[in-house]
């Protein structure tokens, strides 16, 4: 990916395979906690989902506090190790 220059209204994103513990994350930009568990949508706004075979793929927030908008990918991606028993 590459970066562009910042201006108003970008779009982050956040690889959730690369975030430790339970998948809450600081906003990009203003360093609000956005946390998945978090239902009030208080700190942030589910704009868009994207759904592949019934499996989250892509999730699309907005920062309430200072609006940036946030692609969440890296659902999908397990374990390869967990697959086989
Ligand atoms: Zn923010």
Known sequence: MRKTATKKGETCTIDLTKIDGDGAFPCPKCGATISPDDETE?????????VKNDELTELKLKCNQCGTKIRL????????????T
Request: hydrophobic share 30%; net charge negative.
């Open 42 to 50: 208080e700190v942030y706004t589910i704009v868009e989902t994207r």
């Open 73 to 84: 990918t890296g659902f999908l991606l397990r374990p390869p190790e967990e697959t086989q």
